[in-house]
């Protein structure tokens, strides 16, 4: 049974930081694509940040030098550093594992930044 375990979601001012962790059972980070998602109310789900098996690294525009991903091969984790976090950040986030025919998704953590 695959299961991804986010945490590290909270309340934040703005400037802030967060770190959201995203552990994984079932599965195996290093072989596969992980990624982060989010989706504010009344919005679409989005792309955040992606790391492929090989480390390949993708982030949203909107994201690009204020968060990092990284993964942890030996915990089997992967990790959103949020750095200068704004109110636009504000969304409940996600983690994916991209198995290329089939998707698992956490639960979501909330973050929300205050302005």
């Known amino acids: 049974q695959v299961q991804l375990v986010e945490s590290g979601g909270g309340l934040v001012q703005a400037g802030g930081s967060l770190r959201l962790s995203c552990a994984a059972s079932?599965?195996?980070?290093?072989?596969?694509?992980a990624g982060w998602y989010r989706q504010a109310p009344g919005k679409q789900r989005e792309l955040v940040a992606r790391i492929s098996s090989g480390r390949t690294i993708n982030y949203a525009d909107s994201v690009r030098g204020r968060f990092t991903v990284s993964r942890d091969n030996a915990k089997n984790t992967v990790y959103l550093q949020m750095n200068s976090l704004k109110p636009e950040d504000t969304a409940v986030y996600y983690c994916?594992?991209?198995?290329?025919?089939?998707?698992?998704w956490g639960q979501g953590t909330q973050v929300t930044v205050s302005s």
């Open positions: 994916n594992a991209d198995l290329g025919r089939i998707n698992y």
């Open positions: 079932g599965i195996t980070f290093s072989l596969n694509a």
